[in-house]
């Protein structure tokens, strides 16, 4: 079987088994790569693990963002985190058709992801949230004020990921029992508690929704549209560098973008800082999406 056609059946499979889009999209966007490393379209049976280490060596010398479709290359090498997406990308894929015997063997189970280095997530003071806080101001809406300080304190308070939180409808929001119902990675479903500060700034922010939007989500733009995103990667990212703070919400791929996408394929969860406990886990699944604000214009807010 040649890979063109493996990857066409395990895109049919993967999404037969509810993958997600945007796994499958970086799955494939991966494999491509290494089937251009390996002279475009060759036998499965051809591909060993030697051929996946050899695909490997040159990325570690890399320039970031060489081959992405929308952002300049960068004066440093790949991430290990996007080198280690690369190849736990193409085990997977090789493991799916090993499982459904597209292939005898998954000659590839035997070559280990690099290791990537852990870092410490840092810590907001209770200073800086409250200047993260001041921030959020609108001269002209103050629904929106009541929103992005109900978005920053949900986040902070609860881990959840960007994902999540723009995934929310208006029943999964429960101010009484001080609960959130939450549609996580995977299609799995949980509770997530939320205390008194953040019940009560959602309940500013939902006194000031009006009930005949045309959307069941909890969380509006100015012109009444479901909140994607996208939108509150660009307000965590605005915010963090007129403030000089470590907000990281997410980061595009440097160099693993699926076709038609900006961040596709190397985007994976990153973390924006806490006051103590469960780390937020931020995660962008908007592409195409990005913000690099003007240092001379802090009061344009283009996620409105």
Known sequence: MALSDAMNAYKACA????????????????VGRFAGFLGGDPNLAEIGPDDLRAFVLPLQSRQAYAQHPYTKPQRRALSPETIATYVRSIKSFFALLARD?????????AVKVPKTPEKLIPVLTEPEIARLLKQTGYRDDIRL???D???????????VRISELCGLTIRDVDLDN???KVMGKGQKERHVPIGAK?????GLYQWFRPSFVA???FWCTDDWKPLTPGRVEKMSSWLGLRLALPLDPGARGEDTAAPGTAGGAGRRPRSIPTTGGTPARCYTCEAGVTYSPCRGNWGTRPWR
């Open 178 to 180: 001080g609960v959130l």
């Open 15 to 30: 999404r037969a088994e509810g993958q997600s889009l945007k796994t499958v999209r970086e799955t494939v966007a991966c």
């Open 145 to 147: 004020h009541f929103r």
């Open 101 to 109: 015997r597209m292939i005898p063997v998954n000659r590839l189970s």
């Open 198 to 202: 953040v019940t009560k700034a959602l």
């Open 215 to 217: 959307t069941d989500r």
């Open 149 to 159: 300080s109900a978005i920053i304190l949900t986040l902070l308070d609860t881990g």
